[in-house]
């Protein structure tokens, strides 16, 4: 398909059946909707051909701009490269700012427009971890959703049994990277969110960052398995390969996959977890 014709709902159900997808399939889908082009359909489209190919379809769906709020005064974690808020009265006024986590909230922008619509017109299961919130549509839904727990918001990868689907975006968006490196005691964060009214939660482990991600994409390439809708280039990995090309590169670097020139950014405290680590094991 030429790169300037308009994306029809068959030419995504043919695309995603040629990266040998079908109804056995369980996939963590990253996605931009504008990568493709124009979508006769929109997002809905996306998301009705994810749902009539695959079996189980697993999204992200985080309300961390709603939700979330800054540690409270004096509560600093080693390696946590998180931010206080200045005052009690600073703190109690961001959380009664905040929103405490709701099914219907809407699932935040910078994930895209896919995964919302997902969200309206796809998915009857939603987590309902504060931050770091997961939808699934499938015979594997609830299986997947219920792996996740307040302490552990990646469950729902770790119980995946499927691929990484990455549909015009790059490694940056892929999440199953973090699953890797928590295992590796790396990228383990304490976040913050309201509850409720008046009350907050520290959530541990949620992930740090992502922008080196890309460098992953050599050590991937024999097990990707790609094409191109539209503009857009879609990408098959499956979440074994990604889990274990991450680690054979963190465990061969602790900082392999951060940034090493930013010592304020979140992956200089990641590879102080890492190799914090690594002392405890010696």
Not at 108 to 125: A, K, N, V, Y
């Amino acid at each position: 398909m030429r790169g300037t014709d308009v994306v029809t709902g068959a030419d995504l159900v043919d695309g995603l059946r040629k990266l040998g997808l079908d109804r056995t399939s369980e996939v963590i889908v990253h996605s931009s909707l504008s990568s493709f082009g124009y979508v006769d359909g929109g997002a809905e489209a996306v998301c009705s051909a994810l749902t009539e190919v695959c079996g189980t379809v697993l999204m992200p769906a985080g309300t961390w701009d709603l939700t979330g709020i800054p540690a409270p005064p004096g509560l600093v974690r080693p390696h946590n490269a998180y931010w206080n808020a200045e005052s009690w009265p600073d703190f109690d006024k961001r959380v009664s700012e905040a929103t405490s986590f709701r099914p219907e909230l809407p699932i935040d922008r910078w994930l895209g427009t896919i995964p919302e619509t997902f969200r309206l017109t796809c998915s009857p299961f939603r987590t309902e971890h504060p931050l770091f919130s997961y939808q699934a549509a499938g015979p594997a839904a609830e299986r997947l959703l219920e792996a996740q727990r307040p302490d552990w918001p990646l469950g729902p990868l770790e119980a995946l049994d499927g691929d990484v689907l990455l549909l015009g975006v790059t490694h940056t968006s892929n999440t199953t990277i973090h699953l890797a490196e928590q295992y590796l005691g790396r990228s383990r964060f304490y976040r913050y969110a309201k509850s409720a009214d008046g009350l907050w939660v520290e959530l541990p482990n949620i992930p740090g960052e992502s922008h080196q991600f890309d460098l992953i994409e050599p050590v991937l390439r024999s097990a990707t398995k790609q094409i191109q809708i539209g503009n857009a280039r879609i990408r098959r990995i499956p979440k074994q390969a990604v889990l274990a090309a991450t680690s054979q590169l963190v465990e061969g670097d602790p900082a392999a996959l951060l940034c090493t020139d930013d010592p304020t950014c979140r992956c200089a405290a990641a590879l102080q977890q890492r190799l914090a680590s690594l002392a405890g094991k010696a």
